[in-house]
């Protein structure tokens, strides 16, 4: 037993580090109004303050599929297009905003309604599975709302 935990230190030393290694803040997580049954949309910011990390996939339980998106200009044409990943180098945050990148929520299980919230999962390559709540807004709102008190930053 004393050998196992002996062994096992080492492992947990080497997680402890790579957490620390990769911390993120995650803010400003907010979604537009949507029905049920259609696309709903997240966005947010996301900064690394130590070493980069890289989002590789996003969950969350309102909807059976989520993807990472890219919004982009074709010659006048607004286009949109799946995202593999997202690099998040440190001092360089991340913005999925409106005419960029976002979250796409595919099939929402049910209603978005303006003043709910609902929990989604980011996961990162070294940090690994950070859970952050979205507050809804307006059906139309285009610009990140200010932070307050229900949308803190999350430290990672």
Same mark, same amino acid.
């Given at each position: 037993m004393h050998r196992r935990t002996l062994l096992a230190a080492p492992l947990l030393l080497a997680h402890a580090a790579r957490a620390q290694a990769a911390p993120l803040v995650? $803010? *400003?997580?907010?979604?537009?109004?949507?029905?049920?049954?259609? &696309?709903?949309? &997240?966005? #947010?910011? +996301?900064?690394?303050?130590?070493?980069? $990390?890289? #989002?590789?996939?996003?969950?969350s339980? +309102?909807?059976?599929?989520? %993807? #990472? *998106? %890219?919004?982009?200009d074709d010659n006048g044409v607004m286009k949109m297009r799946p995202v593999a990943s997202l690099t998040v180098a440190p001092g360089k945050p991340i913005v999925l905003r409106p005419g960029g990148y976002h979250i796409m929520?595919?099939?929402?299980?049910?209603?978005?309604? %303006?003043?709910?919230?609902?929990? +989604?999962?980011?996961?990162f390559a070294d940090a690994g599975a950070v859970t952050v709540t979205a507050s809804v807004e307006k059906a139309g709102a285009s610009v990140m709302p200010a932070p307050s008190a229900s949308m803190p930053g999350m430290k990672m």
């Amino acid at each position: 037993m004393h050998r196992r935990t002996l062994l096992a230190a080492p492992l947990l030393l080497a997680h402890a580090a790579r957490a620390q290694a990769a911390p993120l803040v995650v $803010d *400003h997580v907010w979604s537009r109004a949507a029905m049920a049954g259609r &696309v709903g949309v &997240v966005y #947010l910011s +996301i900064t690394a303050t130590g070493a980069p $990390d890289t #989002l590789v996939s996003v969950s969350s339980p +309102i909807a059976p599929k989520a %993807e #990472l *998106h %890219e919004s982009y200009d074709d010659n006048g044409v607004m286009k949109m297009r799946p995202v593999a990943s997202l690099t998040v180098a440190p001092g360089k945050p991340i913005v999925l905003r409106p005419g960029g990148y976002h979250i796409m929520l595919v099939d929402l299980a049910h209603a978005l309604k %303006e003043g709910d919230s609902f929990p +989604i999962t980011l996961h990162f390559a070294d940090a690994g599975a950070v859970t952050v709540t979205a507050s809804v807004e307006k059906a139309g709102a285009s610009v990140m709302p200010a932070p307050s008190a229900s949308m803190p930053g999350m430290k990672m």
